[in-house]
């Protein structure tokens, strides 16, 4: 009896094993997408880097017509 009941969870820990591998085998197939996903967008936005003084110019230029709308 005590065999037959050992043999059993030997088998269910197997097939988890097995599971887990697979699972395991999906996580890392997506993570690779994920990271081709990442590049496209570090390249996108490679245009900021470009043009960051007209970015900063505008972010002063609001943060200084705040300050003259609080002075009023």
Known sequence: ??????SHLN???R????KLYDHAKIANGEMGD???SLERVVTDVGWLLKYHW???TAAIGGLIAGLLNLMK
């Not at 009896?1 to 050992?6: H, R």
């Open 1 to 6: 009896m005590k065999q037959d009941l050992q």
């Open 34 to 36: 994920i990271k081709i």
């Open 11 to 13: 088998k269910d820990v």
């Open 15 to 18: 097939e988890d094993i097995e």
């Open 54 to 56: 007209i970015i900063a």
